[in-house]
């Protein structure tokens, strides 16, 4: 009879070893579908590559919601950690790594460049490149760098950005300029010293030859100064 009652009450109970797992498939899912919508980029496209945690690992299955969260300081892209917590019925946490690309539309040099040639639009293509590898120097616009010069030889594919380009000098200084002003809808045309060095659109000072005085205007045309009276 004991006997009896032993067998029955341990077929009643569940074994010690019999307690559900949580999913590994399930955390890695979870995991990349927290990513794709935490890190949803308002342009371009996001890539996200899970790294399975070791199937070695055993967890007891979680009765709520798993909590994800980026630990203080995460990156936005590129290899990050991505902490899942599970707070019942029994608390454990785990950290799961991924890497997170974010690619976007780009200005790329189309064939190699010499240093000191101007920048047309044949030189140029968009192509879709990782900016976690990128970093912050590129453009995703050519228009800002046409008319610009190389300061160094480019090769073909390179991500072109301001930082490599030069505007091309329009005005130097001591050189005899004209000076171009409206005076009540009529173009009156002086001429001038540039009192410094300037590229199309900048704001730079002159000497009017006839006055004498010093004026400032922007930078229009080659040898040309727009000046407002």
């Known amino acids: 009879m004991r006997a ?13 070893g019999a307690m559900a797992n949580q999913s590994l498939s399930h955390i890695r899912e979870t995991v990349e579908d927290f990513l794709l919508q935490d890190l949803s980029p308002r342009d371009g496209e996001i890539r996200v590559e899970v790294i399975p945690p070791d199937r070695r690992l055993q967890l007891s299955a979680c009765n709520h919601r798993l ?5 203080p300081g995460s990156r936005k892209h590129g290899n990050i950690i991505v902490g899942v917590r599970c707070l019942q019925p029994k608390p454990w946490k785990l950290y799961v790594a991924a890497n ?11 064939k190699a460049l010499a240093r000191g040639e101007k920048i047309t639009k044949r030189h140029l293509r968009l192509e879709k490149r990782d900016i976690g590898i990128v970093g912050a120097a590129y453009s995703q616009t050519a228009d800002a760098l046409l008319g610009m010069h190389v300061q160094r030889n480019l090769p073909a594919g390179f991500v072109l950005h301001r930082g490599v380009l030069t505007v091309p000098r329009l ?22 010293t540039a009192l410094a060095n300037g590229a199309r659109g900048e704001r730079i000072t002159a000497k009017n030859r006839s006055s004498g ?17």
């Open 4 to 16: 009896f009652f032993a067998l029955t009450l341990a077929l009643l109970m569940p074994a010690s």
């Open 67 to 71: 909590k994800l969260f980026l630990p």
């Open 171 to 192: 005005i130097s200084r001591g050189e005899q300029i004209d000076l171009l002003a409206n005076l009540g809808g009529i173009s009156v045309r002086m001429k001038g």
């Open 100 to 110: 997170v690309r974010h690619y976007r539309e780009v200005v790329v040099l189309d």
């Open 213 to 229: 005085r010093v004026v400032e205007g922007i930078v229009s045309e080659r040898g040309i100064l727009r000046i407002s009276m």
